[in-house]
T-cell receptor, first 112, second 117 residues
Framework: DAGVTQSPTHLIKTRGQQVTLRCSPI?????VSWYQQVLGQGPQFIFQ???????GRGNFPDRFSARQFPNYSSELNVNALLLGDSALYLC???????????FGQGTRLTVV | AQKVTQAQTEISVVEKEDVTLDCVYE???????LFWYKQPPSGELVFLIR??????QNEISGRYSWNFQKSTSSFNFTITASQVVDSAVYFC??????????????FGQGTELSVKP
């Protein structure tokens, strides 16, 4: 079975642009979470979705938004990119609505 | 507020040495979960273990062992007879949410372990 898959793996954007990151959870998993990991730090929680409903939101500006589709895949959108948004964005999936998470390989976003 | 502290930023050992990674956490909740993840250079976070706050039994899995002590709010991770393949960044994480109420992980800063041949 495939694990959590994220696309693209790498991305370079210019300040002010918008970006969409995609995540497909493990088959059968209904919960998807997004984390931002800045170089040298631990991941920071951005969003969690379960059964297409937002279950939690971290301390991130409104430029960050997400959604979950009927097939449980998810997209993370970031508008008006800043240099500080450069990070590894990790998606995690879990079977249940709880903190049992398996992570994907991440999308490395560079904002120039 | 919940917080996880991994005071060791970097550790370097020689192959076959034992190494312990420290994790101290803060939470006001009585029900919580603790996790350890391994992050190799590829970037993916690899799940190692989850413990709930009611289970203080230490656990051993091959060369890995975990020591959970509520009295000191610590959840330390020991690798016995380290190998070069153990080189990675290790994260300790805390979640104060319970089953079916959503969940976010609060990560420490990570400890970078380098095992030299």
């Amino acid at each position: 079975d495939a694990g959590v898959t994220q696309s693209p793996t790498h991305l370079i954007k210019t300040r002010g642009q918008q970006v969409t990151l995609r995540c497909s959870p493990i088959s059968g998993h209904k919960s998807v979470s997004w984390y931002q990991q800045v170089l040298g730090q631990g991941p920071q929680f951005i969003f969690q979705y379960y059964e297409k409903e937002e279950r939690g939101r971290g301390n991130f500006p409104d430029r960050f938004s997400a959604r979950q589709f009927p097939n449980y895949s998810s997209e993370l959108n970031v508008n008006a990119l800043l240099l500080g948004d450069s990070a590894l964005y990790l998606c995690a999936s879990s079977l249940v609505d709880g903190p049992w998470a398996f992570f994907g390989q991440g999308t490395r976003l560079t904002v120039v | 507020a919940q917080k996880v502290t991994q005071a060791q930023t970097e550790i370097s050992v020689v192959e076959k040495e034992d190494v312990t990674l420290d994790c101290v956490y803060e939470t006001r909740d009585t029900t919580y979960y603790l996790f350890w993840y391994k992050q190799p250079p590829s970037g993916e976070l690899v799940f190692l273990i989850r413990r709930n706050s009611f289970d203080e039994q230490n656990e051993i899995s091959g060369r890995y062992s975990w020591n959970f002590q509520k009295s000191t709010s610590s959840f330390n991770f020991t690798i016995t007879a380290s190998q070069v393949v153990d080189s990675a960044v290790y994260f300790c994480a805390l979640s104060d949410m319970i089953y079916n109420q959503g969940g976010k992980l609060i990560f420490g800063q990570g400890t970078e372990l380098s095992v030299k041949p």
